[in-house]
């Protein structure tokens, strides 16, 4: 196990994922999370370990990828509605021509 100690303010998002990619980060994350929840209650309460920091950073880093997941959608619903804009107006340059 790695001796770096994980800590909310110092976790951040990959740049480039994709929706899928996001959703299998998340995923990986509730997973990580929940083992590690279990271990902390696993543990005697005056034992030295970082459990509870390590579960804080991993939420703020699912967190942070969650929220590109939102922000993924607005893009999505964006890329759309210029779509059909631009649908529209070649419709209607058409029915110009056809005039």
Do not use: C
Not at 36 to 49: C, F, Q, V, W
Not at 54 to 67: C, G, N, V, Y
Not at 70 to 93: A, M, P, V
Request: glycine residues 4%; aromatic residues 6%.
């Amino acid at each position: 196990m790695d001796t770096y100690n994980m800590k909310p303010e110092n976790m951040r998002a990959p740049a480039n994922l994709s929706r899928e990619d996001i959703q299998k980060s998340l995923d990986e994350l509730d997973g990580k999370i929940k083992v590690l929840k279990g271990r902390a209650h696993a543990t005697t309460a005056d034992s030295n370990h970082t459990y509870h920091e390590h579960i804080a950073a991993l939420e703020a880093k699912r967190s942070l990828i969650a929220q590109k997941l939102d922000d993924t959608s607005d893009d999505y619903q964006e890329k759309w509605q210029d779509l059909r804009k631009g649908i529209d107006n070649l419709n209607n340059d058409i029915e110009g021509f056809m005039k």
